[in-house]
């Protein structure tokens, strides 16, 4: 990541480039940094540059006789999220320039900025910056070190902790990233074991041994037909200071084919994300531990691979989760819900005051929501607000649907407790409703199925490209707000 820092100032030499944010086409503010900062420029060129372009214009200015660089870089703040989708662009367009030192203005666009103005614009260059090329030869062009944000204010906590946050954020990016062929549950668990354990965060790995004895039949079930077993990957952040217990589940399918109920090779293709929950769950508690927050948190991430072998379970089976319920299968595709089902059985054992799960759950999510919002079900009233009000302000946004009553009998089933398998109508309901058939109903619960926003989109600019390691931001800020 790049350094970045604040400073009371701007540098008008040859090693620095001067950003200032103006608003679209609006050459009145340009014109108003010259005068500002008694830079020496042919206004008129200015005028004509800003008029064609418009959208980015680097600018050569004299000051006190020394020779600088400025980008006018324009701003719509008509449009929602416009800071980090600015701030994103931004950061991309000075990848490769020269400069030693980068100095970024929010005047003249922003003439009343406060703290948070500054935090939204850092996330926007650090979700913008973020690159997943490991596996290039040739790599991109080289950033520049070190941002300084120009402001009156003191950013120096903001800035470590959003640095720390995206330290979790990026976590959680590299694992939904990272090929399936190189991040199976092992190697999944060996990552969040390598990332995550400190002086108030173990991490213990239950391998397919482990899974056997306790009995976590439905992780097993799916988990079995793959060369990868599975693991069940338990994290426990235990600050001194804690006022709650959370436990948060996280769907770690590492590769989705379908199982016998097979996809097709274009639905295959963005399998590798289907674990993309228990990466943001682990890049959560990262986020809250290394800056502290006040919350006992449990993450359990049921890792497995859902593949075809002689010993895949099938439609028809009738499988047994870990406190004895037992499940028909109606497509072995559905295979989120049953891992989900017997890690919400092990999260009622720690009487947590909540339990929330993200996962990747069903093509119904996506469909009805799209790529920029989670599909979230509760009956819980203080989390649905929490929660609501944490995307608007991180724009990682949910959207709440109803957990209907009467739809749960569309999961009967004369052979067994409950099916995997609803009607193709109200698919993500009846998927959430399965999952609240595990849940112990005296704890407050949440389902979040984040099948849309997980996945790289070209929605907004800095999910272009890369899977987005959607949910951290959004826990983190709803922990952060100290209401639950
Ligand atoms: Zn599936």
């Known amino acids: 990541m790049i350094n970045y820092s604040s400073s009371e100032l701007n540098v008008f030499d040859k090693k620095s480039l001067n950003i200032f944010l103006f608003n679209k086409k609006n050459l009145n503010e340009p014109e108003e940094v010259l005068t500002k900062f008694e830079l020496e420029a042919d ?73 948070s103005t500054f935090r939204e614009l850092l ?14 030869s040739s790599k991109d062009e080289e950033k520049p070190k070190k941002l300084n944000l120009v402001s009156s204010f003191d950013l120096e906590n903001v800035i470590s902790e959003t640095t720390l946050l995206f330290n979790g954020v990026n976590l959680s990016r590299d694992l939904s990233n990272e090929p399936a062929n190189v991040l199976t549950p092992e190697t999944f ?18 391998d397919e041994k482990m899974l056997e004895e306790k009995n976590f039949g439905l992780i097993l079930a799916v988990g079995n037909a793959s060369a990868n077993p599975p693991r069940l990957i338990k994290i426990h952040y235990k600050p001194e200071n804690a006022i709650k217990k959370i436990v948060l589940v996280g769907k770690g399918v590492t590769y989705d084919s379908g199982g016998l109920s097979i996809k097709t090779t274009p639905g295959m293709f963005e399998m590798k994300a289907d674990m993309a929950g228990a990466g943001s769950v682990a890049g959560a508690i990262y986020a809250a531990s290394k800056n502290k927050l006040p919350y006992e948190i449990i993450g ?20 047994t989760g870990y406190k004895g319920k037992t499940v028909e299968i109606g497509d072995t595709d559905a295979e989120g819900r049953l891992i989900l089902a017997d890690a919400l059985e092990y999260a009622n054992e720690f ?26 079900f509760t009956d819980n009233e203080l989390l649905a607000d929490t929660f609501d009000s944490a995307g608007k302000s991180t724009y990682e946004l949910v959207w709440q649907q109803p957990l209907t009553k009467e739809y749960k009998s569309l999961l009967d089933t004369k052979m067994a407790d409950i099916a995997n398998l609803g009607p193709r109508h109200s698919g993500a309901i009846t998927a959430a409703l399965f ?6 109903e005296k704890i407050p619960w949440m389902h979040l199925d984040i099948a849309g926003p997980s996945i790289k989109n070209d929605i907004l600019d800095y999910n272009k490209n890369y899977n987005t390691g959607y949910g951290v931001r959004l826990i983190y800020k709803a922990l952060k707000s100290g209401k639950l």
């Open 435 to 440: 999952l609240q058939h595990f849940v112990d």
């Open 123 to 136: 996330e926007g260059m650090m979700l913008g910056e973020y690159k997943f090329d490991k596996y290039k």
């Open 300 to 319: 359990l991430l049921p890792a497995v691979e859902n593949m075809l072998a002689g010993n895949s379970y099938k439609p028809g089976d009738v499988l």
């Open 43 to 115: 206004k008129e060129i200015l005028g004509e540059m800003i008029s064609d372009d418009g959208e980015a214009v680097l600018f050569p200015v004299k000051s006190g006789g020394n020779s600088s660089t400025l980008l006018f870089f324009s701003v719509d703040q008509s449009k929602q999220n416009e800071l980090r989708n600015t701030a994103s662009k931004l950061i991309k367009s000075v990848r490769g320039k020269k400069f030693e030192n980068i100095y970024l203005n929010v005047f003249p666009a922003l003439k009343n900025p406060s703290v």
């Open 351 to 376: 009487k947590p005051d909540y339990i929330i799960d993200l996962a990747t759950l069903t093509g119904a999510a996506f469909i009805s929501l799209g790529f920029l919002y989670s599909a979230m």
């Open 189 to 206: 668990a060996s990552e969040v074991k390598n990332n995550l354990e400190n002086e108030y965060t173990s991490v213990e790995v239950f």
